[in-house]
């Protein structure tokens, strides 16, 4: 490749462009590290990067107790994120009189969803959209609720900030959002042990 001087300094183009990449190229490779490392450990552990969390469904009773401890009120929307079979919007919508929305990655789970919301004939209260939660507009969500892992709630904690309003509550199965405060934290005990659900409203969160 031909120099291109510039000015009285002999100092060429390219040789400021390489010197510029040779400073910044370890300050990019140190900030890719987190994503490139949380990314690597997805795809070890579930296959698909995208995937952020198992499929292993929420006890019936820690559901209802979730759902009263947000104090859903009919009317409410309430969004769980990674929604499986269904059984968190299903329940809101039947005993809490809410409207729900799922959002599952997998198209399986979704079509199991669906097929139970239709056989209930749910249709008009119960949406389920397969998505990545990651990519989701929270803005119309009363209550979210999730069943992932604290790792996960990491991702997640910046879109919850981001979107809901003051007042909206997230209820936590099993996992704590890392530098929230819970605004309630109780026991339950299914299917053979002690679960604990994190409650936290936005704007005392912090
Ligand atoms: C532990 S299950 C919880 C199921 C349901 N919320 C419950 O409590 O019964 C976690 C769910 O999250 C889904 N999931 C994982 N990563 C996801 C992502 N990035 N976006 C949407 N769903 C995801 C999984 O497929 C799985 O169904």
Same mark, same amino acid.
């Given at each position: 490749? +031909?120099?291109?001087?510039?000015? %009285?300094?002999?100092?060429?183009?390219?040789?400021?462009?390489?010197?510029?990449?040779?400073?910044?190229? =370890? !300050?990019?490779?140190?900030?890719?590290?987190?994503?490139?490392?949380?990314? !690597?450990?997805? *795809?070890?552990?579930?296959?698909?990067?995208?995937?952020?969390?198992?499929?292993?469904?929420? =006890?019936?009773?820690?559901? @209802?107790?979730?759902?009263?401890?947000?104090?859903?009120? &009919? +009317?409410?929307?309430?969004?769980?994120?990674?929604?499986?079979?269904?059984?968190?919007?299903?329940?809101? *919508?039947?005993?809490?009189?809410?409207?729900?929305?799922?959002? @599952?990655?997998? =198209? %399986?789970?979704?079509?199991? !969803?669906?097929?139970?919301?239709?056989?209930?004939?749910? @249709? +008009?209260?119960?949406?389920?959209?397969?998505?990545?939660?990651?990519?989701?507009?929270?803005?119309?969500?009363?209550?979210?609720?999730?069943?992932?892992?604290?790792?996960?709630?990491?991702?997640?904690?910046?879109?919850? #900030?981001?979107?809901?309003? &003051?007042?909206?509550?997230?209820?936590?199965?099993?996992?704590?959002?890392?530098?929230?405060?819970?605004?309630?934290? @109780?026991?339950? %005990? !299914? #299917?053979?042990?002690?679960?604990?659900?994190?409650?936290?409203?936005?704007?005392?969160?912090?």
């Amino acid at each position: 490749m +031909g120099d291109v001087y510039y000015g %009285e300094r002999g100092f060429n183009v390219s040789m400021r462009a390489t010197l510029t990449l040779r400073l910044l190229a =370890p !300050a990019v490779f140190l900030l890719s590290i987190p994503s490139m490392y949380g990314q !690597a450990m997805y *795809a070890q552990r579930f296959g698909d990067p995208n995937i952020i969390a198992p499929d292993f469904p929420s =006890p019936q009773e820690v559901i @209802e107790r979730m759902l009263q401890l947000a104090k859903v009120r &009919p +009317g409410e929307t309430v969004y769980d994120l990674g929604s499986g079979e269904g059984r968190i919007v299903i329940t809101a *919508a039947r005993q809490f009189k809410a409207r729900a929305v799922g959002v @599952e990655l997998s =198209p %399986e789970l979704c079509r199991v !969803a669906n097929g139970r919301v239709r056989a209930l004939g749910l @249709e +008009g209260q119960v949406k389920i959209v397969h998505a990545n939660m990651l990519k989701v507009d929270l803005r119309p969500a009363d209550v979210v609720t999730i069943y992932l892992l604290t790792s996960a709630n990491d991702l997640l904690r910046p879109n919850l #900030e981001r979107d809901l309003r &003051p007042g909206a509550r997230v209820v936590s199965h099993d996992f704590e959002i890392r530098g929230w405060k819970p605004a309630a934290v @109780e026991q339950v %005990e !299914a #299917e053979g042990r002690p679960r604990t659900i994190y409650l936290y409203q936005m704007g005392t969160e912090k």
